[in-house]
T-cell receptor, first 116, second 112 residues
Framework: GAVVSQHPSWVICKSGTSVKIECRSLDFQATTMFWYRQFPKQSLMLMATSNEGSKATYEQGVEKDKFLINHASLTLSTLTVTSAHPEDSSFYIC????????????FGDGTRLSIL | TQLLEQSPQFLSIQEGENLTVYCNSSSVFSSLQWYRQEPGEGPVLLVTVVTGGEVKKLKRLTFQFGDARKDSSLHITAAQPGDTGLYLCAAHEGAGSYQLTFGKGTKLSVIP
């Protein structure tokens, strides 16, 4: 089956640090990638949608200057949390999709981000 | 935004028992998906239901899509400890939309 790799799986850093999270589709080309955030005991909330080679579309309330998304190739998207603060601590999950909307999204295993 | 309401929010049962969890909305969906998520991992797709009234079976799991395509249920027969996890339903926001909206999930614990 389709595999999506997310790295790192866990990161702890000091407040003010910028953190980059990678999402790779290993065995298929992902025309669209999605970034979600999940707080404890809550569901996944979509942050942004990115298509290869174009700017990401952010959901309402998500600061695009704080959460920088780059989708430079059909197999890689990155999310950079700039100047992270404790309130940015969360579980970040990416998913990747190839082709049309009828194709399923394949999820990575998530990145646990803890800001001290 | 289409709201997906899942119930119950938490469920703790003994191994061997049967259970049903629900996903309801006031909106009509072209399709609906069920995922299972374990702690510290991403969600894994279990099934996609498309046709109103559709029933799909995956071993001990039975998924049903409501006739009006507004609701769905997941029934687990003879639950096992390995079924423990967060069960999420999700649907696309509007026809042709790539974006998935997730319910808040049902956290299932199966006690040996």
């Amino acid at each position: 089956g389709a595999v999506v790799s997310q790295h790192p799986s866990w990161v702890i850093c000091k407040s003010g640090t910028s953190v980059k999270i990678e999402c790779r589709s290993l065995d298929f080309q992902a025309t669209t990638m999605f970034w979600y955030r999940q707080f404890p005991k809550q569901s996944l909330m979509l942050m942004a949608t990115s298509n290869e080679g174009s700017k990401a579309t952010y959901e309402q309330g998500v600061e695009k200057d704080k959460f920088l998304i780059n989708h430079a190739s059909l197999t890689l998207s990155t999310l950079t949390v700039t100047s992270a603060h404790p309130e940015d601590s969360s579980f970040y999950i990416c998913s990747a999709q190839s082709g049309t909307v009828t194709q399923p999204q394949h999820f990575g295993d998530g990145t646990r981000l803890s800001i001290l | 935004t289409q709201l997906l309401e899942q119930s119950p929010q938490f469920l703790s049962i003994q191994e061997g028992e049967n259970l049903t969890v629900y996903c309801n909305s006031s909106s009509v969906f072209s399709s609906l998906q069920w995922y299972r998520q374990e702690p510290g991992e991403g969600p894994v797709l279990l099934v996609t239901v498309v046709t109103g009234g559709e029933v799909k079976k995956l071993k001990r799991l039975t998924f049903q899509f409501g006739d009006a395509r507004k609701d769905s249920s997941l029934h687990i027969t003879a639950a096992q400890p390995g079924d423990t996890g967060l069960y999420l339903c999700a649907a696309h926001e509007g026809a042709g939309s790539y974006q998935l909206t997730f319910g808040k999930g049902t956290k299932l614990s199966v006690i040996p």
